[in-house]
Structure formats: structure tokens, C-alpha cells
């Protein structure tokens, strides 16, 4: 290690023993229960997070002070003092949480696609090379991941993290507001020192170029570069953060030269273009669908909320949709019209349905990265198998690009559409 890196981890070590005092700090608190509304953790579901550069561990102390019983935490930070702290905190989640001391200016010690979600609080700004840190980030999350990034923005100051806390203590009321100003007399001025000392040396270090602050759409730039798309941006930590949540995405030039890109949706307007797209063709365009069933011109259906919807966006704009829907409480959409066999693994199936194409996108150069898309997302979530109805004249297609698939069934009329009911399986059988 060379002597200008041994000193910035002494700094961090050093920094560690009055870290903690920012927990008394509200635009702090408030990053970190931001952070986790972002991660969109529901209850029961299953997710992997990383922390990179998880400081002292507040990040999880937060995650885990609900119950949240299927998530997995690993944090990696490069000062084992600050780990030290984070390990102890640990001790009462039963093994969900594990630290790894390790510098974020190398390869991380993870396999690809490793991660639900990446969070990354101020930490950025202090790496030799964000852009390569963001692309490391990409590669050990799942496609469709989430990542949460803070960092500071150009000449941040350290009077705004002070007023906000002060406007934020005001609007706690009268009794919050005084018990946590008699609360915080004793610590105020150790976490008043520690703000300060983190903002002269952040003043310093960027004076000499040793640290990397971005106004929202250089950092905006860096994202996209590494393969994300920004679903959010905003100011947080007293206006001194860019607050930025992003989605991995997959790109693909195709053959005439478009630009194309996947993604999971996320965001509610991306569902309101989903629904809208699926009643212009189902109502509209085929008629297999009742218009009047939809007054607000949105097709959707009690399938959706468990679905995972996958877009296609060309130059930016969405042209082709998809969505898998794991077994819901009514089972799959396709039984009501098919008796599916008895002996399926149904845990490792997933309901492949409203696959739309816009008029002038529709040939397998367009379709194809929305399936390899959905396909790997149902191989890093552990499914194997698809189950989907399709025009009887598709089969030998299909069957010509590649896809491993069985007839499950006959004809059968559905939606004043001929269909029969396939079994398509994801991995070599
Ligand atoms: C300002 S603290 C933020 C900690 C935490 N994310 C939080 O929000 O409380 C920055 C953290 O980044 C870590 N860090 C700085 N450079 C690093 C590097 N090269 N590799 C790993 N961790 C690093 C420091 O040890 C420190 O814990």
C-alpha cells in the first residue's frame, strides 16, 4: 500500500471514533430512512443488499430495526475500524448481515449478479476512479437491481447539513424537538467537530483533485455510461448530497444501428405506459379485448401487482413490453382456459404473457433482447421454466430460434385468439 493510501486509511480509522455521533444529525437520519423507502423492501421478500462503504453499519442498523427476516446485508469498507463498530452492531441480526474489509478501488469479492440492490452512501467521492467503481457495481448486481448512490455535490457546505438539521428539529414540534435538543447537548459538540473535521478535509482533498464531487448530470453521465438508468435524482443531506436511484439495465445495438435497451419497470409512470401500450393493441388494435372493460384506456388485471413487467426502449421511448407473472394466489393466468399437469414445479415457473411489440418494432431483431432480458432475470431469481400461451404457427418458430419447448396441450380459443398452452424450459433439460 503506498504511502498516500496508508494516510487516507488512518484518516477513515481515525474518523471511525466519532462517527457515530452523525446519528444525532436529522438530515443524516433522514439519508438513511430515504435510502431504505428507495429499496422498496417488501415484507416476506427475499433481497441481497449491498453497502458499499458501509462506515460504521447505520445503513443496516435501520434496514433491520423492522422486521425484515429474508434479507441478507453484506457490507464492505475499507477501515477495519469502522468495521469493527459495524460488526459489533451486527451481532443481534442472527447472521444477515456480513462485513468484509476490502478496497472499493479493486475488484469487489463478489461473482457477478450477486445483488438485489447496491446502496452507496458518500462514498463515491473519496475513490480514484468512480466511473470504474459504478461499473463494478453493475456487475455484481442482478439485472433489474436497484442502486441508491449519495454523494456530495460541487462545494457542498457544511451551514446547510447545520440549518437543515435546525428546520427539520423545528418542525418535530415543541417535546420531540426539546427532548432531542436536551438529548443531543451532550453529543452536539462531538458531532459539530466531527462535521467539521469531515468537511475541511473533503475541502482540502478536493482542492487537490484526491476527491470527485458531481453536480446531478455529470454523476447522471457516469451512471449511464456504466449501464444504468436513472429512475430518480434529487438533493438530500441538507441540499449538500445528489441523491440518485438507478436500475441495471441491458443495451444492444442491432443490425440497422438502434440503440436498444431493457429494464425491469419501476417507476409509475412506466406502468401507466405499460397499460396504456397493452389496451391499444389488445382493445384497440387485435379486439381481443372488450374496450368498454377499460374506461380509463389502461388494460390491466389482478395478475399485475405480482407480475415483474420487462420494457424495450428505442431511442429512449418504450416500443415492446413483457411480463412474467410467478403462481399468484388464482394460480396462472393461462389456466383459466388450460388444466396444467399436475407434476410441474410450480415454484420454478413463471408465467410468460402481454408481450407487445409497437407497430414498425415487430421482428425478432426487436424481440429478442426483451427475451434474453427476461430470461436472465428468471435465471438470477432462481426459475427455470416458462409457461405461456401462443398462436399455433409460432411453435415451429420458436422452436427454430432455439427455445427448448413442449406442447402442453391442444388448441384451445381464447380471447377470440387460437392458442395452445407451452412449456418452455430455461436451462438444458
Ligand atoms: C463518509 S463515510 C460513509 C459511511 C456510510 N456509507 C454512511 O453513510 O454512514 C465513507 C466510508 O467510505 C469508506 N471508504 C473510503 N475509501 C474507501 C475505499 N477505497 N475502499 C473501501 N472503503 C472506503 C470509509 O472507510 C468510510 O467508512
Known amino acids: ?6 494516510s487516507k486509511g488512518l484518516f477513515w ?10 446519528r444525532g444529525l436529522l438530515p443524516y437520519q433522514e439519508l438513511l430512512s430515504r ?16 453497502d458499499a462503504g458501509c462506515g460504521t453499519g447505520n445503513l443496516a442498523g435501520v434496514i433491520f430495526s423492522s422486521q425484515r427476516d429474508r434479507v441478507v446485508l453484506d457490507g464492505i469498507d475499507g477501515s477495519s475500524a469502522m468495521l469493527q463498530r459495524a460488526r459489533h452492531k451486527s451481532l443481534r441480526c442472527d447472521g444477515k448481515i456480513h462485513h468484509v474489509r476490502g478496497d472499493l478501488n479493486e475488484q ?10 447496491t446502496v452507496s452512501l458518500n462514498v463515491l467521492y473519496a475513490l480514484q476512479d468512480p466511473q470504474r467503481v459504478l461499473q463494478e457495481f453493475w456487475r455484481v448486481m442482478k439485472f433489474g437491481g436497484l442502486l441508491v448512490l449519495a454523494n456530495p455535490r460541487v462545494k457542498p457546505k457544511m451551514r446547510d447539513v447545520i440549518l437543515a438539521h435546525i428546520r427539520m428539529a423545528v418542525r418535530l414540534g415543541w417535546s420531540k424537538g426539546l427532548s432531542l435538543f436536551v438529548k443531543n447537548l451532550f453529543s452536539f459538540p462531538l458531532f459539530l467537530f ?132 410467478p403462481e399468484t394466489p388464482w394460480g396462472f393466468l393461462m389456466e383459466e382456459a388450460f388444466l396444467l399437469p399436475s407434476n410441474l414445479d410450480r415454484a420454478r415457473i413463471l408465467e410468460a404473457s402481454r408481450l407487445v411489440l409497437q407497430k414498425g418494432v415487430r421482428g425478432y431483431d426487436f424481440s429478442r433482447l426483451l427475451d434474453e432480458a427476461a430470461e436472465l432475470w428468471s435465471l438470477e431469481h432462481g426459475y427455470t421454466m416458462w409457461c405461456l400461451t401462443m398462436q399455433i404457427h409460432l411453435f415451429p418458430k420458436r422452436k427454430v430460434r432455439g427455445w427448448n419447448i413442449k406442447k402442453l396441450g391442444g388448441v384451445a380459443r381464447y380471447h377470440n385468439t387460437e392458442i395452445i398452452p407451452v412449456l418452455r424450459y430455461l436451462i438444458q433439460t
Do not use: W
Open 194 to 325: 466531527t462535521l467539521v473535521l469531515n468537511f475541511l478535509i473533503i475541502k482540502r482533498r478536493a482542492a487537490k483533485n484526491q476527491y470527485h464531487f458531481f453536480d446531478a448530470e455529470s454523476l447522471e453521465v457516469l451512471l449511464k455510461n456504466a449501464g444504468f438508468r436513472i429512475l430518480s435524482s434529487e438533493l438530500a443531506y441538507g441540499n449538500t448530497d445528489i441523491f440518485i436511484a438507478a436500475t441495471k439495465i441491458l443495451s444492444h445495438t442491432n443490425e440497422q444501428g438502434d440503440l436498444l435497451t431493457a429494464e425491469v419497470a419501476h417507476s409509475k409512470e412506466d406502468f401507466m405506459r405499460i397499460y396504456r401500450l397493452r389496451y391499444n393493441v389488445y382493445c384497440e388494435e387485435m379486439g381481443s379485448l372488450d374496450p368498454k372493460d377499460y374506461p380509463d384506456k389502461l388494460e390491466r388485471d389482478r395478475y399485475d401487482p405480482f407480475a415483474v413487467h420487462f420494457l424495450l426502449r428505442k431511442d429512449d421511448e418504450i416500443v415492446g413490453i413483457l411480463r412474467l407473472i
Open 108 to 117: 469487489l469479492p463478489y461473482v457477478d449478479s450477486s445483488f438485489d440492490c
Open 35 to 50: 435510502t431504505v423507502k428507495k429499496l422498496c423492501i417488501e415484507k416476506g421478500k427475499s433481497i441481497r443488499i449491498l
Open 13 to 22: 480509522d481515525y474518523y471511525a471514533l466519532f462517527y457515530d455521533s452523525l
Open 1 to 6: 500500500m503506498s504511502l498516500k493510501n496508508r
